[in-house]
C-alpha cells in the first residue's frame, strides 16, 4: 500500500524545537516535490514548506527562517526541523506529495507549543 507516515510531533515550550519525520511506502520520493502543510483547530491547512525532487526550497513567511525541509533519498524520508517554536505553530502537521498523478497526504502529526 502506498501511504505516507508522519512522526515526531510532541510537546513543547516555546523557543524549543522539534523535528518531523515523513516516510514513504511504495512511493519513490526522489522523484518527487514534498511539502508540509500544518491545520490548527477551527483553520484551513495552510502550507508550510516544499523541497523540490532536486533538492530546492520554499517556506511560507510565517516559518521562514526558522524551520528547515530536507530530504534523505536513501531512506525515502523527507524532514521538518523547526526551531524557536511558538505557540502559533500548534497545529497537526502533514506531509504531501504527488506521485504518477496520485496526490498522497499522510495522517498527521500533532505538534503542540506551551507558552
Known amino acids: 500500500q502506498r501511504q505516507l507516515v508522519e512522526s515526531g510531533g510532541g510537546l513543547v515550550q516555546a523557543g524549543g524545537s522539534l523535528t518531523l519525520s515523513c516516510t514513504a511506502s511504495r512511493i519513490r520520493f526522489s522523484a518527487n516535490a514534498v511539502a508540509w502543510y500544518r491545520q490548527a483547530p477551527g483553520n484551513q491547512r495552510e502550507w508550510v514548506a516544499t523541497v523540490a525532487s532536486g533538492g530546492a526550497t520554499r517556506y511560507a513567511g510565517s516559518v521562514n527562517p526558522r524551520f528547515h525541509i530536507y530530504r534523505d533519498n536513501d531512506k525515502n524520508t523527507v524532514y521538518l526541523q523547526m526551531t524557536n517554536l511558538q505557540p502559533q505553530d500548534t497545529a497537526v502537521y502533514f506531509c504531501?506529495?504527488?506521485?504518477?498523478?496520485?496526490?498522497?497526504w499522510g495522517q498527521g502529526t500533532q505538534v503542540t507549543v506551551s507558552s
Open positions: 504531501n506529495t504527488v506521485s504518477r498523478g496520485q496526490e498522497y
